[in-house]
């Protein structure tokens, strides 16, 4: 089998997309086609297709080959706390979020050890793409965060 990634067509694009969002593929219209979110438009979908032609998903993949090779460049740092203020923002739809045990992580404690000053912002009916979904929001809790400052 080849290493290389395959050229996503637009229709795949479009799933893939809705595997980020946490939606379910079987919400695609009987034709199969997928309605796009009112964050993103066809000439979107068509702009990063177009960009995946010509240069695959090899890139974006490499993140996660890379897993071992980033767990052993980090390794002196496993444990160590973060001790700047910090704010996280998730959307409740987002795939991660709703993954075994990422909620009580988060909610009870486990984020918090490693994150002292740690603020937390679910933000709901909002997925992968926050910055996309909700920008004036995002904007908003960015600018509260850093005007505490």
């Not at 290493?3 to 946490?22: C, D, E, W």
């Not at 496993?78 to 998730?90: E, L, M, R, Y």
């Amino acid at each position: 089998m080849s290493r290389h990634v395959r050229v996503l067509k637009m229709q795949q694009f479009k799933q893939l997309i809705a595997l980020f969002r946490g939606l379910c593929i079987k919400g695609l219209t009987p034709n199969g086609s997928l309605p796009l979110p009112s964050w993103l438009s066809e000439a979107d979908v068509k702009y990063y297709t177009s960009k995946y032609q010509q240069k695959g998903f090899t890139g974006p993949l490499n993140y996660y080959r890379a897993l071992d090779l980033t767990w052993e460049l980090t390794a002196p740092w496993t444990g160590a706390q973060v001790k700047v203020p910090t704010k996280f923002i998730v959307g409740d739809m987002d795939l991660t979020y709703n993954s075994p045990g990422v909620k009580d992580f988060i909610h009870n404690g486990g984020f918090k050890k490693f994150v002292p000053n740690l603020e937390v912002v679910v933000m709901k009916g909002v997925g992968h793409f926050i910055n996309e979904e909700k920008a004036r929001d995002i904007s908003a809790h960015i600018y509260s965060f850093i005007k505490k400052f």
